[in-house]
């Protein structure tokens, strides 16, 4: 199994054991923060020690369970140490899961939070070996904690801006992906518009004046209907080679009809076949759809379903569409490990999927939005209007 693929299966793991996770992840810390101490002096950690440490630990990981703010995660550990230190125990068991708190504090705040909250547990440790430490009895361990504070918040903010950093490059991406696509289609547009526009204007003047020839002059009559001609072989010739700017080499005719969401149980049997797991709920009163909105629909759900293949192989997805008062809603979830790298749809090479989507959306008046779910995985959010006649 390749490196990538353990990752990806640990990360869907996580999210779909959260709680477990956090608890196995806080008793694996809290045993090797008593490894060190054992192994040195097996008497030199007191029964208080132990039990100010269990009740740290534990909080600990109740508030990321329970995902309170994140800088409780600070508050609960600094105030095990402070207690520790009261107790007249070191910081060896404490000291290892207040590093944690502040690491991921650092690694989801900005700069100033980040900074304020590590000064604030440096001075809780500080205060409290000041406090309870005699100074015959100091112990450099205690206060050793206090640099490496420092070095978890720093690493925090060096892998937050690293983030922030690909983030903005992926951005970059889909935005000159966009700009790409929307200048060749311009470039095509303005093409069709001066050749074939031409042409057709052609053909519409000519059979304009063909009608008032027939019955007064069949000899201009056939004269304009071999314009006529001429300039629907021209046109067609010019749609031709336009078609041809947009197919990739190798691309042959499609055989199979267009999509629409009376594929959709086609649609998601294809993927049921990949091992994807898609179920679909439709609520309101089914009805006919316009052609476009019927194939923007079925193509939203397809660029989406393709997505979580891609990128959360293994995932659970959900399709449901809900027919409204003059539109059309459909959601498309999944929950897989949410996206990281190019998993946003379609960006790999370069944004066109998510854009393609958008594009049609906004051709049939709509929207379509995309991003991680709040519990875990990727959503895909979109409205189509229906017109009145559709409505009802």
Request: charge should be negative.
């Amino acid at each position: 199994m390749r490196a990538g693929h353990v990752r990806e299966w640990c990360r869907r793991a996580i999210a779909e054991h959260r709680a477990l996770a956090v608890i196995i992840g806080t008793a694996v810390l809290f045993g090797c923060a008593t490894i060190s101490p054992l192994i040195k002096d097996p008497a030199s950690l007191s029964p208080a020690e132990y039990a100010v440490a269990a009740v740290t630990y534990a909080g600990f990981a109740a508030v990321a369970i329970a995902a309170w703010p994140a800088w409780v995660l600070v508050a609960v550990p600094a105030a095990g140490g402070f207690a520790s230190l009261a107790a007249g125990a070191r910081l060896d068991l404490t000291g290892p899961v207040l590093l944690v708190g502040v690491l991921v504090f650092s690694l989801s705040s900005e700069l100033t939070p980040a900074i304020i909250a590590t000064m604030a547990a440096m001075g809780v440790v500080g205060a409290g070996d000041l406090l309870f430490d005699l100074p015959a009895q100091a112990r450099p361990s205690d206060l050793g904690v206090i640099p490496a504070l420092a070095v978890v918040a720093t690493a925090g903010q060096a892998v937050r801006v690293r983030r922030g950093q690909k983030a903005m490059l992926e951005e970059k991406r889909e935005r000159d992906a966009w700009l790409s696509i929307h200048s060749e289609r311009l470039r095509i547009a303005r093409d069709l518009h001066d050749a074939v526009g031409h042409q057709v204007a052609l053909i519409s003047v000519q059979s304009g004046a063909m009608g008032y020839l027939l019955d007064t002059d069949p000899d201009k009559a056939r004269e304009s209907l071999a314009h006529i001609q001429r300039a629907s072989e021209a046109a067609l010739e010019e749609l031709r080679l336009a078609v041809g700017l947009l197919r990739q080499p190798g691309d042959s005719e499609p055989t199979e009809p267009a999509g629409g969401l009376g594929r959709l149980d086609e649609l998601i049997g294809s993927f049921a076949a990949t091992g994807l797991n898609v179920t679909c709920d439709v609520t309101g009163q089914a009805r006919p759809l316009p052609e476009a909105v019927d194939l923007t629909a079925y193509r939203v759900i397809q660029e989406s379903l393709t997505n979580t293949a891609k990128h959360a192989s293994g995932a659970s997805a959900s399709v449901r569409l809900a027919f409204r008062p003059g539109v059309l809603a459909l959601a498309v979830e999944d929950d897989g490990p949410g996206p990281s790298g190019n998993e946003l749809i379609g960006s790999s090479p370069a944004g066109h999927g998510l854009i393609g989507m958008r594009e049609r959306a906004a051709a049939v008046g709509g929207w379509v939005s995309a991003g991680p779910r709040g519990g875990g995985g990727f959503q895909v959010l979109a409205e189509l209007p229906l017109p009145p006649g559709a409505a009802s």
